[in-house]
């Protein structure tokens, strides 16, 4: 495969910095990103990457990391985005931009950085691949007028919802701009054993927080080789652009809400007028 540049969230810590780590050496460019300066550093450090850092609970933060990255990249464009970054957490917590934590970190932040590196993308004809989760079909109902759930909030619906939007949003960019060369997919990468729900409330701590994870969970080396398959694979060929897999498995055990392009459109057009840019 011809060196590509990959730009990798959630690169800092469990399957990022995993598929980070089994990517060092290839000819591809790495560029990282994590939240913390001292983690993201280490990794980048270790696989000889570019690394920058950026806190998707501050969309500012989003809006500068994108400029730093299309600096960085220049004219050779994106081959692959792999908005990773993620997780379950605590509280109904209202982040500087407004917005309810959980979507913001997992849906609207890499909603925005996706289209601020639309451009980019689009040159390489590359590929937008979203870590997803089961919990988007276990948890997830989404109604594009409420997707802070003040009306009815739990850490899970949160995670549902946000995660439901993950694979929306890669089939909206499918719908959009597939036949001009654009591919996205998302995908569930196992139920592995990360620093995941380390800040959460939900139930999911006494799976992910207790010994119990040692015998129901994957390791992270499997989950970041699941997401390095994505990373590494020819859309059309090893994965079907617009499509949601469980592992590398093709489902159609999805939430029913998956297949509504109307929803899809409309949270498409929610989250372009909340993050503020203008709608495809
Ligand atoms: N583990 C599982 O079983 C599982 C299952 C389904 C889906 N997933 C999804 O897989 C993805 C990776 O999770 P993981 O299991 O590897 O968890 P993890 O070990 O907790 O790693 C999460 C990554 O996301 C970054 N991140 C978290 N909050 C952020 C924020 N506010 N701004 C920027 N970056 C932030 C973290 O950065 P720092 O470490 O620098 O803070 C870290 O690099 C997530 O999208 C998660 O929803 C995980």
Do not use: C
């Amino acid at each position: 495969m011809p060196a590509q540049t990959i730009v990798l969230t959630g690169a800092s810590d469990g399957i990022g910095a995993a598929a980070a780590r089994q990517l060092a050496g290839s000819p591809h460019r790495l560029l990282l990103v994590g939240r913390s300066v001292e983690k993201t550093r280490a990794i980048a450090e270790e696989t000889g990457s570019d690394w920058f850092t950026a806190d998707f609970a501050r969309l500012d933060d989003v809006r500068a990391l994108a400029g730093k990255i299309a600096d960085a990249v220049g004219d050779d464009g994106i081959h692959t985005l792999a908005n990773n970054a993620g997780g379950i957490f605590g509280d109904q917590t209202p982040t500087v931009d407004g917005f309810e934590k959980t979507m913001q970190v997992n849906h609207l932040a890499p909603f925005l950085l996706t289209n601020l590196l639309l451009p980019q993308l689009r040159k390489a004809e590359g590929a937008v691949i979203n870590t997803s989760s089961i919990g988007h079909r276990l948890f997830g109902h989404i109604d594009v007028d409420d997707l802070d759930n003040a009306r009815r909030f739990s850490p899970n619906k949160a995670y549902g919802d946000a995660k439901l939007a993950n694979v929306l949003f890669a089939k909206s960019l499918h719908t959009k701009f597939h036949a001009r060369g654009l591919s996205a997919v998302a995908f569930h990468p196992g139920t592995v054993r990360t620093n995941f729900a380390a800040d959460s409330s939900s139930i999911m701590r006494l799976l992910y927080r207790t010994p119990l994870k040692h015998l129901m969970l994957i390791g992270a080396d499997k989950g970041g080789a699941t997401l390095r398959w994505f990373i590494e694979g020819t859309p059309g060929d090893t994965w079907f652009s617009g499509a949601y897999y469980d592992e590398r498995t093709l489902t159609t055990k999805v939430n029913p809400q998956v297949n509504d392009a109307a929803l899809a459109e409309s949270l498409w057009q929610r989250s372009a007028e909340l993050v503020g840019i203008p709608a495809h």
